[in-house]
């Protein structure tokens, strides 16, 4: 900053002197000595002469540093002040913004906690994540919620990116991720690598499907994400703004794992095509409806 203080002097020098040197030419002579005394002039390597420094200070030494005081008059150094005023609030504006960004980078595909600020005609939601504003687009919401100023909820941070402005935050309800991030969260067998997550399918909104596998015998992959009395799984859906969720096991055997994600349909049978493109699930005529759910959501996902 210091350096740009200085840029800023150097420059306000060099035109008073061409402003000063033109005059001259006008006026058809040299520029006087007085009129040079009060530019400030930076050497690169910040040097001078010895025997310049020896009239200053009799006891200089080389390689010593040698403090000159600088006398500037009063219409300089005001100019000269708010010009260093002027590039050190830039500069802290500046350095503000790029901590932001670099705080904010660090979380980006994370979920966060925000309030909603406003909601604009084009449907696009302002959030206050604290430090800085993000931006929930119409196509990352979720059906489900109401966007009304005020209200806290969490996001799912998809992207942090450097824009003109300042960090540009871009928000999601509605993202796979988002579902990911809190069985993470509130599941303490995911977080610990006791159970693993394997996938999610999502109609945000509406209903989630996710699949969860253990090699530990002595744990219930189900029980674990679904909790006592349902605690662990009301606490998911109350997150994802009253979203259904179905939580099944997931098995290595593509058959029992279609079995599993058509839950709660009972499913007779799985015929798997030769080439494993394709499957077909054999249900008892009164279990069709629950396999394929309401339009089609449940053979969906």
């Not at 306000?12 to 002197?17: I, L, V």
């Not at 993000?134 to 942090?160: C, M, T």
């Not at 990911?180 to 945000?204: M, Q, Y």
Request: hydrophobic share 30%; proline share 3%.
């Amino acid at each position: 900053m210091v350096e740009d203080i200085k840029e800023e002097e150097l420059e306000r020098s060099r035109e008073k002197f061409k402003e000063r040197r033109e005059q001259a030419r006008k006026e058809g002579r040299e520029l006087r000595e007085e009129e040079l005394e009060d530019l400030v002039h930076f050497n690169e390597k910040e040097q001078i002469m010895f025997s310049d420094a020896k009239e200053i200070d009799e006891d200089i030494e080389v390689g010593d540093t040698l403090k000159i005081p600088l006398e500037i008059p009063g219409e300089f150094g005001r100019m000269a002040a708010q010009t260093a005023k002027q590039v050190i609030i830039q500069k802290l504006k500046e350095a503000e913004r790029e901590n932001v960004f670099e705080e904010y980078k660090e979380k980006e595909g994370t979920i966060v906690e925000g309030v909603i600020q406003s909601v604009k005609d084009s449907g696009n939601v302002l959030v206050d994540l604290g430090k800085i504003n993000g931006f929930l687009p119409h196509k990352e919401q979720n059906p489900q919620d109401e966007y009304a100023p005020g209200k806290r909820l969490i996001f799912h941070i998809k992207s942090v990116e450097k824009g003109s402005k300042g960090p540009e935050i871009l928000l999601s309800r509605s993202s796979e991720e988002m579902v990911n991030l809190i069985f993470e969260r509130e599941i303490p067998e995911i977080e610990s690598g006791e159970l693993e997550l394997k996938s999610v399918a999502r109609e945000a909104g509406s209903r989630s499907k996710v699949s969860v596998w253990t090699d530990d015998d002595s744990i219930d992959p189900i029980g674990s994400c679904i909790g006592r009395r349902g605690s662990r799984i009301t606490t998911i859906i109350d997150e994802l703004g009253g979203e259904k969720v179905d939580v099944v096991e997931y098995s290595d055997d593509p058959k029992e794992y279609i079995k599993n994600a058509l839950s709660p349909a009972d499913v007779e049978e799985v015929k798997i095509s030769e080439y494993g493109e394709e499957a077909t699930a054999v249900v008892d005529e009164d279990q069709f409806s629950l396999a394929i759910g309401k339009n089609g959501q449940n053979v969906r996902l």
